[in-house]
């Protein structure tokens, strides 16, 4: 019975690699994952837009930890983090598209981009750490449609070290995501499909 559960636990598990310099400068040449309203307005028959949310959730820590406390990692909640998207396939001048979100807050986005299969490849702590989270969640950018592709929830443990589990999902929240977008991007958000990023294994 134990074998069984962990093994159901193991496949929604993921674990953080060691930073590399090359991350920091992948981070630096990234585009924002934010499109202005006028950006919007001019969407070409081989693009199309792309909406949804991203949300880190912490596991609740102890209330008093002991002076050790740090052999355990480092405390997730103090700090921000990169999430790193871009087109799927190999290519060395594609542009990397980033999302920077701090724990407990939801961050929406809404992108236009060329169409395309694209992956979430990582999230990473930003600023000088050795933790990065490589993951595999992809979308598809529908040329002449807005997609919304979900909420894309992970939650971190209190503290974070090399080999931390980490737990994701994605959620439909459209109504709420669309909500908090449609004073601004009215326009854009008045012919939805809908499309959810998938988790591969």
């Not at 990169?82 to 920077?100: D, H, T, W």
Request: charged share 25%; net charge positive; proline share 3%.
């Amino acid at each position: 019975m134990f074998t069984k559960r962990w093994s159901l636990v193991v496949t929604r598990l993921l674990f953080f690699s060691v930073f590399t310099v090359g991350c920091a400068a992948i981070l630096s040449g990234c585009a924002s994952m934010v499109s202005s309203k006028e950006e919007l307005q001019d969407v070409a028959s081989n693009e199309g837009v792309v909406f949804g949310s991203f949300v880190i959730n912490l596991e609740k820590g102890q209330e008093k930890e002991s002076g050790w406390a740090f052999l355990q990692g480092q405390k997730a909640g103090d700090a921000t983090y990169a999430v790193v998207i871009s087109e799927k396939g190999f290519n060395p001048l594609k542009q990397n598209y980033i999302i920077r979100a701090k724990p407990e807050k939801e961050e929406t986005f809404i992108k236009k981009l060329p169409a395309g299969d694209y992956q979430i490849q990582k999230i990473q702590k930003e600023g000088f750490t050795n933790l990065e989270l490589n993951l595999r969640v992809n979308f598809t950018v529908t040329p002449g449609q807005t997609t919304y592709i979900g909420q894309f929830t992970v939650q971190f443990p209190d503290r974070l070290r090399v080999g931390s589990p980490v737990r994701m999902k994605v959620a439909d929240a459209q109504r709420e995501t669309t909500d908090l977008l449609k004073n601004e991007h009215d326009k854009s958000l008045s012919h939805v499909i809908k499309a959810l990023m998938a988790i591969q294994p």
